[in-house]
DNA sequence: ATACAGCATATCGTATACAGAATACTCTAT
DNA sequence: ATAGAGTATTCTGTATACGATATGCTGTAT
């Protein structure tokens, strides 16, 4: 079973990479045909790409004046980690099990997590990576594509925030609390530290944000 | 302060409308050049437009095949129904308050849903504006406008269920309690009954799509 | 030096063109 | 009459073209 892939969807992964990178930077315009040239396409597919990236509040659409990269805002943070916090919460309580082995997958990205130094983007990568791994159980699909359509947001201020602190990794200590609790069957718990662990995230990113 | 508004919005809507009044039917391929022509504009915004429908899960594009209506699947009301009452809920608990002139416009959208009969799509529409009102004053407008673009997609079961059992009007009780509780200020009770009254709601409308 | 008018250029939003894949159609063989 | 191969047509995805608006530059006046 063959099936092509739009240029779209990939023009929308390679964007979105670039954005987390941080080229083009916060502020700037991103031009479509820029875009097109540099990835061997027509305007077609990658106004398509922006105009998603935009739905999803990656980049603003200005009519007339196309497409640019937010500035940074600490607004931003809160209003959209109140959201992916509770949706996420609500993730994990619809998901009905956690198998051992997925617990170890858990347990095996922190490692790689807690080995990964200086590369900023690839500790946001991994960050998300655990989330996504957390709740691939949930059963309603269509929570977990908007959590990851929301995520796009936050993970350009948390790559950002680590480059620009130079932190070398990520604190994966209320991770493993998390992994315990589940691990002991204590849903409860693991709702409680995750919950709490979002808050205090989000928290310390808006305190780098607004200086 | 004038400003030009992009024909995909203007097109977005209308394909919005039609979907909603059941032209196409559930289960139909919508073709753009069709509509393209049917609105006097070129197939670019049309398909921009049908594209940002699916990303909101209102269509179904496939590759090659171009996009449909998607048929009613009582699991897509249940997927919808979990993300958009836990978002809504956080939306009213986000609202500072609720001053009288508020509650006094919900009453009035009431009192006109009374009054509507026969006509499913102008109900439907009413409860939207209801939920609308009822939520305006939370300062997260990132949740709002998430919200106004999920009820899309339960709002084509709310319409087809009210043209179904051609049922006269909703019942505006819940939203008298709702609207009283939040009168005498007693956040909690209103959050209770708005929970409550979205599980019945989903329940409902779930009882019905299994036939 | 600064501000502004006027022109040149760039870029956007939309329309149209084109190639290839999917669907519909026809004709034949059973 | 039905099923299936082969062809014609439609429609999609992507590329290109075009007109209009926004942006940037140059020169001049203050």
Redesign the interface.
Known sequence: MI????L?DEVYRQILESIHHGTPPAGSRVRDSDLAARLGVSRTPV??AL??LS?E?VLEAD??RGFRVPPLAAG?I???G??LG??ES?ALD?TPDFPAERLQRLGAIDRKLEQTRGDAARCADLEDEWHGTLLEGCP????LD?IVSLRQVLRRYLSAYLRDVARLALSTLPHQKIIDALRDGDRKAAHLVFAQQWRRGIEELQAWASR
């Not at 099936?3 to 739009?6: E, F």
């Open positions: 099936h092509r892939a739009p779209r106004r398509e105009l998603r739905r509040g009519m007339g931003e809160a209003e959209t109140q959201i509770t949706l609500l619809l309603n699909r269509r929570l908007l």
